[in-house]
C-alpha cells in the first residue's frame, strides 16, 4: 500500500502567527493529494486537495504546496486562530484511486 | 454534512463475543469505507465496498468482514472481538475523490 507520513506529531503556535503542517509520501506516482481535519470527538473534514499537475492551492486561510520533487507537501494555515486546533491529516488515493491512505496525523494547539 | 450515521456510537463488549458496527448514508454515494482510529496510526483502511455485494479488503483487514446488501448500509463484523480491536471506528463516502466521514464509533473490547 502507500506510505504516507506526517513530519511531527504536535505543533503548538500562537494565535495569529501561521502554521506549516508537512507530509511525506512514498508513491512518485501519485497524483492527487487531500488535507482532513479533525476536530475533538468528530470525523475527518476535508480542507483542501491538490492535483500534481499544480504546485500550489489556496484556499481561505490555507494554502496548500506541493513538491514532487521530493515527494513532499504542506499546508499553511494562515493567521492560526483557537477553532483551527485539530488533528490534521494528509491522504493520498491507492493505486485503485478508490483507496485512501491517510499519514499519522499532527496535532495543532493554537495558544491564545 | 454528507448524511452518514454510524451505530451504535459507543460499545464495550468481552474478548470473544461477535460486533457488528452499522454505517448508513442517505447520500447515494457508490464507495463507503471503514476504518479504524488508533493512536500512533492515524486512520486506517479495513475494508471498502465500491457497490451492493462489492467490497475489498484495506490494510487491516484480518479479524474483520463486511457486507453491503444495499447502497445505503455498510455493515463491520468482528466475529470473535479481540482486545486488539479496541479502536475508534469510521465510516466514510467517498464522491469525486473527496471522503465524507461519519461521526465514529468507539468499541472498547475487554
Known amino acids: 500500500g502507500e506510505s504516507v507520513g506526517l513530519h511531527l506529531p504536535t505543533l503548538s503556535v500562537q494565535e495569529g502567527d501561521n502554521s506549516i503542517i508537512n507530509c511525506a509520501y512514498s508513491?512518485?506516482?501519485?497524483?492527487?493529494f487531500i488535507w482532513y481535519k479533525q476536530e475533538s470527538g468528530k470525523g475527518p473534514q476535508f480542507i483542501i486537495d491538490i492535483r500534481s499537475n499544480m504546485d500550489k492551492r489556496q484556499g481561505q486561510r490555507v494554502t496548500v504546496l506541493l513538491n514532487k520533487t521530493v515527494k513532499h507537501l504542506s499546508l499553511q494555515i494562515a493567521a492560526t486562530q483557537p477553532g483551527d486546533s485539530a488533528v490534521y491529516f494528509c491522504a493520498v488515493p491507492g493505486y485503485t484511486g478508490n483507496q485512501f491512505y491517510f499519514g499519522t496525523g499532527t496535532s495543532l494547539t493554537v495558544i491564545p | 454534512d454528507a448524511g452518514i450515521t454510524q451505530s451504535p456510537r459507543h460499545k464495550v463488549t468481552e474478548t470473544g463475543t461477535p460486533v457488528t458496527l452499522r454505517c448508513h448514508q442517505t447520500e447515494n454515494h457508490r464507495y463507503m469505507y471503514w476504518y479504524r482510529q488508533d493512536p500512533g496510526h492515524g486512520l486506517r483502511l479495513i475494508h471498502y465496498?465500491?457497490?451492493?455485494?462489492?467490497?475489498d479488503k484495506g490494510e487491516v483487514s484480518d479479524g474483520y468482514s463486511v457486507s453491503r446488501s444495499k447502497t445505503e448500509d455498510f455493515l463491520l463484523t468482528l466475529e470473535s472481538a479481540t482486545s486488539s480491536q479496541t479502536s475508534v471506528y469510521f465510516c466514510?463516502?467517498?464522491?469525486?475523490?473527496?471522503?465524507?466521514f461519519g461521526e465514529g464509533s468507539r468499541l472498547t473490547v475487554l
Open positions: 466514510a463516502t467517498s464522491v469525486g475523490g473527496e471522503l465524507f
Open positions: 465496498s465500491y457497490g451492493v455485494k462489492d467490497t
Open positions: 508513491n512518485s506516482a501519485s497524483d492527487y
